[in-house]
């Protein structure tokens, strides 16, 4: 590794914590301007009893002071304090046992859509205006198209409901497979997408058709060179996407009932258990942030033409 992309690598850090602590910083802010607070839903909580629960989470402090101690509590100890709503817990501990589910749910569903959107989206480049690129595109398109819970809840229907084949809780091995297929739909199609119109792009530069002048097989022309290429783009799009989808589609973890980090995330902000909020904005922000940090380092793994600045 040499100095430029080490640099480059470290100057990325820097902007990655930079921009968790923003996210954090308005996260914090944000959330306390909003009027109410995590008490008011009590039954029948008096005034002294929501100012003696608030003196115990610190929210009686000045909003400064608060803000600084949560931010040296994360920095120092990465401890994001204990939960106003799931009294007895820390937010660390819900958000890890969330994350057991959510992660195993969303490198399922990532590793699937990689694999089946690069082998489809290949398949159809090479099978350009033939009958089955244009069935691809047209299925693709359709994935692509639909929100999420419109799919979750067709196949809910169908393979739960109509069926019966399939749990409609993922709290089982067997109910997570309709969440992995929900999950990977979209982003298989959109890499489809991508890895086909990338490799028609490299199908076409000069160093193919001198390769294949030069008497190199077929195979060693598209696997050799043509789909490493046109991988890069698909790199683009995986380091995000894989953050995104191993945090758990909130969506989806609702419509099957998922115990992931998503349907912690969605039951925080319906009762205004500030910790557990900024907890889970923190790890989701801190695995976006790394994502694109690995994606952005693997151009140069993939292409070593590429500069990094």
Same mark, same amino acid.
């Given at each position: 590794?040499?100095?430029?992309?080490?640099?480059?690598?470290?100057?990325?850090? $820097? @902007?990655?914590?930079?921009?968790?602590?923003?996210?954090?910083?308005?996260?914090?802010?944000?959330?306390?301007?909003?009027?109410?607070? %995590?008490?008011?839903? =009590?039954?029948?909580?008096?005034?002294?009893?929501?100012?003696? @629960?608030?003196?115990?989470?610190?929210?009686?402090? %000045?909003?400064? =002071?608060?803000?600084?101690?949560?931010?040296? !509590?994360? $920095?120092?100890?990465? !401890?994001?304090?204990?939960?106003?709503?799931?009294?007895?817990?820390?937010?660390?501990?819900?958000?890890?046992?969330?994350?057991?589910?959510?992660?195993?749910?969303?490198?399922?569903?990532?590793?699937?859509?990689? &694999?089946?959107?690069?082998?489809?989206?290949?398949?159809?480049? @090479? /099978?350009?205006?033939?009958?089955?690129?244009?069935?691809?595109? $047209? &299925?693709?398109?359709?994935?692509?198209?639909?929100?999420?819970?419109?799919?979750?809840?067709?196949? @809910?229907?169908?393979?739960?409901?109509?069926?019966?084949?399939? %749990?409609? *809780?993922?709290?089982?091995?067997?109910?997570? &497979?309709?969440?992995?297929?929900?999950?990977?739909?979209?982003?298989?199609?959109?890499?489809?997408r991508l890895t086909r119109s990338s490799m028609l792009?490299?199908?076409?530069?000069?160093?193919?058709?001198?390769?294949?002048?030069?008497?190199?097989?077929?195979?060693?022309?598209?696997?050799?060179?043509?789909?490493? *290429?046109?991988?890069?783009?698909?790199?683009?799009?995986?380091? %995000?996407?894989?953050?995104?989808?191993?945090?758990g589609s909130l969506v989806v973890e609702q419509i099957?009932?998922?115990?992931?980090?998503? /349907?912690?995330?969605?039951?925080? &902000?319906?009762?205004?258990?500030?910790?557990?909020?900024?907890?889970?904005?923190?790890?989701?922000?801190?695995?976006?942030?790394?994502?694109?940090?690995?994606? !952005?380092?693997?151009?140069? $793994?993939?292409?070593? /033409?590429?500069?990094? =600045?």
């Amino acid at each position: 590794m040499n100095s430029k992309t080490l640099f480059y690598i470290l100057k990325r850090i $820097v @902007l990655a914590l930079v921009t968790v602590w923003i996210v954090i910083t308005i996260t914090f802010f944000v959330m306390r301007a909003i009027p109410g607070g %995590p008490f008011l839903g =009590e039954k029948a909580i008096s005034a002294s009893a929501q100012a003696a @629960l608030e003196k115990k989470y610190g929210l009686d402090k %000045p909003l400064h =002071e608060q803000y600084f101690t949560y931010l040296g !509590d994360v $920095v120092t100890k990465f !401890d994001f304090g204990p939960s106003l709503k799931q009294r007895g817990r820390m937010v660390i501990d819900i958000i890890a046992d969330g994350m057991k589910t959510s992660a195993k749910l969303g490198v399922i569903s990532a590793v699937a859509a990689l &694999i089946v959107g690069v082998v489809l989206g290949a398949f159809a480049a @090479l /099978r350009r205006n033939k009958l089955v690129d244009k069935v691809i595109m $047209v &299925i693709t398109t359709a994935f692509v198209s639909m929100p999420s819970f419109i799919i979750g809840s067709l196949m @809910l229907a169908l393979f739960s409901v109509k069926l019966g084949l399939l %749990p409609a *809780n993922g709290t089982t091995a067997a109910g997570l &497979i309709l969440p992995i297929i929900t999950l990977a739909l979209y982003p298989m199609s959109y890499i489809t997408r991508l890895t086909r119109s990338s490799m028609l792009d490299v199908l076409g530069q000069d160093y193919i058709r001198t390769a294949k002048a030069k008497g190199v097989s077929g195979t060693k022309v598209i696997f050799g060179h043509a789909l490493k *290429n046109s991988l890069i783009p698909v790199i683009t799009y995986f380091g %995000p996407m894989l953050a995104y989808i191993v945090t758990g589609s909130l969506v989806v973890e609702q419509i099957y009932a998922v115990p992931g980090i998503g /349907r912690a995330f969605v039951s925080s &902000i319906t009762n205004r258990d500030y910790p557990m909020i900024m907890g889970t904005t923190i790890v989701l922000a801190t695995l976006i942030v790394i994502m694109n940090l690995v994606s !952005d380092i693997l151009y140069k $793994v993939v292409d070593p /033409r590429i500069n990094l =600045e």
